[in-house]
């Protein structure tokens, strides 16, 4: 296995389709935001980036939480929604990202008067802008967003109505986020099947803090077509040693039979404990069994990562190939919540050429 380099696995073209509008912001960004509402952060400017990575890497949950009280309470006006997002933008597309699915709750920035409606139209102009900024820079970039409904608080009803309201208008799809112990998707299942009706997709946070029943209830009751995370499929597989095949569960078929795409999240799993390391990560054992895999961020600030670093962990770390990059990245076109023949396009035109590109070179 040849170490790919960092300058190698920018320069291929990359799909993102798990990461969070309020975990991706620059250290920078929060500062200047915070002064300018008077918010009080647990850092100096120079040790912010800082202090969110070590939050990220505590392993306590009450302090990775903390750090999405400073971030959201930084986003509550259209112009910091509208700059949060247009750096998201920039800078994925400087990553090598030419499709990004930006999630986030807008229940969650209200507190400064801006209704739920106003706040997505804000962070829409910020990612419209900074495509076209991307693509001044030489970086074609395709962005939407996608809008969360937080499992513990009750507004699923409308988020789901505001997704099919503004659908096609830059809004991909709906995602249910927040603790999956004692919120499922059941609490209020026909927000799920009013969503189906109105043909938007569905991706829920499943199978990173809760195990198989809630990968379960994600699909079944949910009507999710990806699963976020979705890693403790493995708690549903008997994974085959010396040689021995693996013994999949009803669930881990089912998963695999109909190809769900898994939004998985290495570094983000390593910090919150659905996962040991990069090198033990379930995501190459799911990949070697033809699961739906797909790579992603979830928190560029917390997690210190980039769709680069992710994948360079899993080249030194796991083993991964230039190939297996390419099976993920397709694996993830194909699982994006646009057009089938937008998704040809994507695989074809960019992601196989991308590829092919960097292939050549490096002979
Ligand atoms: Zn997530």
Redesign the pocket.
Known sequence: MTHLGAETIQALPKVLL???LD?GLRPGTVSELADAVGHVLPAEPAGLADWFATAGDSHSLVRYLETFTHTVAVMQTADALERVAREAVLDLAADGVVHAEL?WAPEQHLERGLTMTEAVEAVQTGIDDGVARAAADGHTIRAGQILTAMRQADRWTEVADLAIALAGDGILGC?L?GPEDGFPPGRHDQVWRHLASHQVPVTI?AG?AAGVDSVAEALHTGQALRL??GVRIADDITFGTHGAPAELGPVAHWVRDQQIPL?V?PV?NTQTGAAGSIATHPITRLKELDFAVTL?T??RLMSRTSMTREMMLLNTEAGWTLDDLLDVTVAAAWSAFVHHDERRTLVEQVIVPGFQKIERAQL
């Open positions: 798990h990461d969070h975990g999630r995602d986020a946070h990173e976020g995370h939004e999240c983000s992603n979830d928190n």
